[in-house]
């Protein structure tokens, strides 16, 4: 059974930290994802990672994927306020598209 | 591209009612749709894959006689939840692949409360 952790589940930064966020699922999976949420909100995509030593990066925001540790990291720079929100990183299953999600962090910037 | 619109956004029902959640795709065929269930400061858990034209598929511990999902079309998956109690209140988001990337669009999310 694909599982997926994450870690820190909460995380408090003051503005202008560095910090990352890690996951790790249990078995070899073809794609991992990470996504945004806000309060009362639905899941905003942020990045797709689909092979090993992808890095993608968008604005303080950048993600890595080591397929081989079965890791990726999130990584925020200089935090803003504005990136305070709930981050999810998900797995697809080995078989049919179904996606198995990380517990979530919750990330407060505070200024 | 790749829109999946969901609504109501919101909706308030008595126990006992039924409440239909529609996910449209508006922009692209979605042959497969996904269902998810949130509850508050919680991880979203898959509850069904839906399949046009095809019984949808449950995962482990979701009730189907309760949770009736309906692919009917390639742009559209609706999810009803029947007598209703308040245990069903939650926030209940669907999805589809995109067809521009390799990756899901999630739909905005039906808060439900049943009172």
């Known amino acids: 059974e694909l599982k997926v952790e994450q870690n820190p589940l909460f995380l408090s930064m003051q503005e202008g930290k560095n910090y990352t966020i890690y996951c790790n699922y249990s078995?070899?999976?073809?794609?991992l994802y990470w996504y945004r949420q806000d309060p009362g909100k639905s899941l905003e995509s942020l990045f797709v990672?689909?092979?090993?030593?992808a890095v993608k990066q968008e604005g303080r925001l950048m993600a890595s994927l080591d397929t081989k540790a079965r890791l990726s990291t999130l990584h925020i720079t200089a935090a803003v306020h504005d990136l305070s929100a709930t981050y999810f990183c998900?797995?697809?299953?080995?078989?049919?598209?179904?996606?198995?999600f990380g517990a979530g962090t919750i990330l407060r910037v505070k200024s | 591209g790749a829109v999946v619109s969901q609504h109501p956004s919101w909706v308030i029902c008595k126990s006992g009612t039924s409440v239909k959640i529609e996910c449209r795709s508006l922009d692209f065929q979605a042959t497969t749709m996904f269902w998810y269930r949130q509850f508050p400061k919680q991880s979203l858990m898959l509850m069904a894959t839906?399949?046009?034209?095809?019984?949808?598929?449950?995962e482990q511990g979701v009730e189907k006689d309760k949770f009736l999902i309906n692919h009917a079309s390639l742009t559209l998956s609706t999810l009803t939840v029947t007598s209703a109690h308040p245990e069903d209140s939650s926030f209940y988001i669907c999805s589809a692949e995109s067809p521009s990337s390799y990756g899901y669009t999630f739909g905005s999310g039906t808060r439900l409360t049943v009172v």
């Open positions: 078995t070899t999976s073809d794609r």
């Open positions: 998900a797995v697809d299953r080995s078989f049919g598209n179904k996606l198995v």
């Open positions: 990672l689909l092979s090993n030593g």
């Open positions: 839906s399949n046009e034209g095809s019984k949808a598929t449950y």
